[in-house]
């Protein structure tokens, strides 16, 4: 019979070979999962090197695969950040390149992504080099955590001497006004002391949101310093504006959220007739890769090893063997490859051996393996039950315990449990090879004998007890 794993094996070569959009421009409005109306820059092969390296600002570059469910859920995070952090692209850009789309392969390889979604941050005056592939950043569950996450990269960076043109990041202890004025530059009009922690990220936050005011300076000072003592501050994070004359005045709003803080520097600049800078904002005008840069030793080692499997134990006829032996045998020659060679070497050779993935014949299928397909049955309502109303799910398509109670009432038992027999019976008539050929051909009443002890039917039964609590707690 045909099972789960002819449906799996076809999708899994489908994705990893199959061609994304042709790319014609340097600059494209659309690619993927983002839009130019995103405010994120879109990355291709085309204008990688012109977009990336040597820029003056630092970037955030997320390598997605538009196929990848987990870089579906995360892209509406990736686009609220960049509508928050909007007004901080003059030091850093948030940036997305598409490793779905075979022109991106060579980029995607280069930077050796090794799983979706991937960030990468890239400091300012980035250059081309084997072993510049940037800093891995950490994908938080929220824009919050990401937005601390990239000012708390921000502030090393600044440490280590980089983003020098951006505000200072960096918190100090001061003993009176003119002390924090002596820290900034002769031409500021307005300087804004916030008060806070060493672990807050507020004030950075402020300083970023504002960092193209001109004239106009944010520091941030240790709640516990002298000055704060000076000020009058008891609420954290506080803040005080200081005019270049010296003269004072408090700002800490009942609720000081950086919204709420920004909102009161915005009101004390409107009453001094401050000239606000105008923001533009963005109008829409409208595959698996080879992962490594280069494969030898134990990596190339470990691909001819699982080609020789699916060569001895993968129920595979004509071209597909062939194909595969033909592959391993190639690889063998050599005892380094590069990934591109690597990629133009599978093309070439499924080309030879042309049709390799699609044809006519009964050239795949999974046979006496019936405990097998209980097990990805199993997995696949794994899945299920932890996608069931995420951003993801289909809505003509809903992510169900399959199979459902219409479709196989003898399949659940009292209280919802499993009837794994009669589930067995299930599969076995819905992905009968003759259903499969021809959905049209009626199905066979006659009845398949469970090839399941109890033995079977308890341990499996523990395995799904198993997987759905590893879901809950």
């Known amino acids: 019979m045909y099972s789960w794993c002819l449906i799996t094996y076809c999708a899994f070569f489908f994705i990893i070979l199959s061609n994304g959009a042709v790319l014609r421009d340097d600059d494209v409005d659309h690619q993927g999962l983002y839009s130019k109306a995103d405010q994120v820059t879109i990355l291709t092969n085309q204008n990688f090197n012109k977009k990336i390296y040597g820029q003056r600002n630092a970037y955030l570059v997320q390598f997605y695969n538009s196929y990848c469910g987990h870089c579906r859920a995360f892209a509406p995070k990736f686009k609220n ?158 803040i005080v504006a200081v005019e270049s004359t010296l003269k004072v005045t408090r700002l800490t709003p009942k609720s000081p959220t950086k919204q709420n803080l920004l909102k009161a520097v915005n009101t004390f600049l409107k009453s001094k007739d401050f000239i606000f800078p105008v923001r533009s904002k963005v109008i829409e005008d409208n595959s698996e890769i080879s992962r490594h840069k280069m494969l030898s030793g134990d990596v190339l080692q470990a691909l001819l090893n699982y080609l020789n499997v699916l060569i001895v134990s993968f129920p595979a006829r004509k071209n597909l063997k062939d194909y595969l032996t033909d592959l391993h045998n190639t690889l063998a020659t050599k005892n380094e490859w590069s990934g591109s060679e690597v990629y133009e070497l599978v093309k070439s050779r499924e080309a030879a051996h042309e049709p390799v993935y699609t044809s006519n014949s009964d050239y795949i299928g999974c046979k006496e393996n019936d405990k097998a397909v209980l097990w990805l049955w199993i997995a696949h309502n794994e899945v299920n039950l932890r996608l069931a109303g995420d951003v993801t799910e289909d ?79």
Not at 119 to 141: P, Q
Not at 396 to 425: F, M
């Open 81 to 238: 950040l960049a509508a928050e952090i909007a007004s901080w692209e003059n030091i850093i850009k948030l940036a997305v390149i598409d490793c779905s789309v075979e022109e991106n392969n060579e980029i995607c390889r280069q930077f050796e992504v090794m799983a979706y979604p991937s960030l990468r941050y890239l400091h300012e005056k980035y250059v081309i080099g084997n072993a510049f592939v940037g800093d891995n950043f950490m994908s938080g569950d929220t824009v919050d955590k990401l937005k601390a996450q990239l000012i708390m990269k921000m502030q090393s960076e600044q440490s280590l001497g980089r983003l020098l043109f951006a505000p200072h990041l960096g918190i100090s202890a001061y003993g009176s006004y003119a002390a924090a004025l002596n820290t900034v530059s002769a031409n500021v009009v307005y300087t804004f002391l916030v008060f806070e922690s060493e672990n807050s990220t507020v004030g950075s936050e402020l300083a970023l949101d504002i960092n193209d005011y001109k004239n106009i300076d944010v520091r941030r000072v240790y709640e516990n310093s002298e000055l704060a003592t000076i000020a009058s501050v008891t609420q954290y994070p506080g």
């Open 395 to 473: 809505s003509k398509h809903p992510k169900i315990q399959y199979p459902s109670v219409d479709n196989c009432p003898k399949c659940r038992l009292t209280r919802g449990a499993w009837n794994l027999p009669a589930v067995y019976e299930y599969l076995q008539k819905v992905y009968d090879a003759d259903n499969i050929r021809d959905l049209r051909k009626a199905r066979s009443t006659a009845t398949a004998q469970s090839p399941l002890s109890s033995l079977d039917i308890g341990m499996l039964s523990l395995l799904l007890l198993h997987r759905v609590w590893r879901i809950f707690l």
